[in-house]
Each structure stands twice: as structure tokens, then as C-alpha cells.
């Protein structure tokens, strides 16, 4: 059998510039850039409230890390969440088996959907399955009509 080395830690980013990588260095000189930016086009104390602005946000972005991960992923997860609805329902009756005939394909359209049957329990059956649950299987259930017993896991 042949031996394969694997790699390892694969999600460490390859560093150009001492400890800073290729990620944060664009990061930086788009921060640069918005800086000069605002240097050609602000006045001084507009441009001074702008840079603070802009480092701060180039700070957060390139350096920060939030569970392990950038920033960028961390505001990307907020987006992604706001976005959602809140409440989520399970719509049983959306769950649905397709029929099929012997052999015979049938198009969506065509296809019989139908529901299967919900089990339906004795209330004493449910008492002793909760009895069990209580017990934490120190009970193990009697004989039912069929001479088989309630087995527990």
C-alpha cells in the first residue's frame, strides 16, 4: 500500500510581507488609496475624520478575526442571517410520496400524491413508552398481545 502524505494546516494563508498576507495587504492599500482619495477631494479636518473612519474600518477588516475566521466572512454571516426569516415552519402536508405504477413512469403532472398513514397509539401504549423514557430503561415494559416486549435502547 502506498504511503500519502496529507496536507496540513491548508487554511493558513501564505504571508508576503513579514506576518502580513496577500488578503491583508490589499485590504491595506485599498485603505491607502480611499486615504488619498479623501486627501485630494476633503478639506483637513474632513479628511482627518475620513482617515480615522478608514483606518479604523481597514483595522477591522485586515486584522480582526471573529471565531477564526475574517471579519468579512463574520458580516457576510449577518447579512445571510437578517436576511432570513425568522419563524421557520415545517409544513408537513408539503411532504408528499410519489406513487409509481408497475413499471410506468408517470410525469409530475400526472403522478398521484399521497400522504402515508400516521401511526396511531393506545394511550396506554404511550403511558408505558413514557414510563420507559422515565426510567432511563430500568423499566422494561410488559408483554403486549403479540408476546413480544417493548425493547429499549
Do not use: C
Request: net charge positive; hydrophobic share 45%.
Amino acid at each position: 500500500m502506498q504511503q500519502f502524505t496529507v496536507p496540513q494546516f491548508i487554511d493558513v494563508e501564505a504571508k508576503i510581507i513579514g506576518p502580513i498576507t496577500v488578503r491583508q495587504f490589499i485590504i491595506m492599500l485599498v485603505g491607502v488609496i480611499a486615504g488619498a482619495i479623501s486627501y485630494k477631494f476633503f478639506d483637513f479636518s474632513l479628511f482627518i475624520t475620513a482617515s480615522v473612519f478608514i483606518l479604523i474600518m481597514v483595522g477591522l477588516f485586515a486584522f480582526t478575526k471573529i471565531n477564526g475566521r475574517p471579519f468579512h466572512f463574520f458580516i457576510l454571516n449577518i447579512i445571510q442571517t437578517a436576511k432570513r426569516s425568522r419563524l421557520r415552519v415545517w409544513n408537513n402536508a408539503a411532504v408528499s410520496v410519489v406513487r409509481v405504477d408497475s413499471g410506468k413512469e408517470k410525469t409530475k403532472k400526472e403522478a398521484e400524491f399521497f400522504r402515508p398513514p400516521a401511526k396511531r397509539h393506545s394511550t396506554s401504549r404511550l403511558a408505558e413508552l413514557s414510563l420507559i423514557v422515565d426510567t432511563g430503561g430500568a423499566y422494561k415494559g410488559e408483554a403486549t398481545g403479540s408476546g413480544t416486549e417493548i425493547k429499549t435502547v
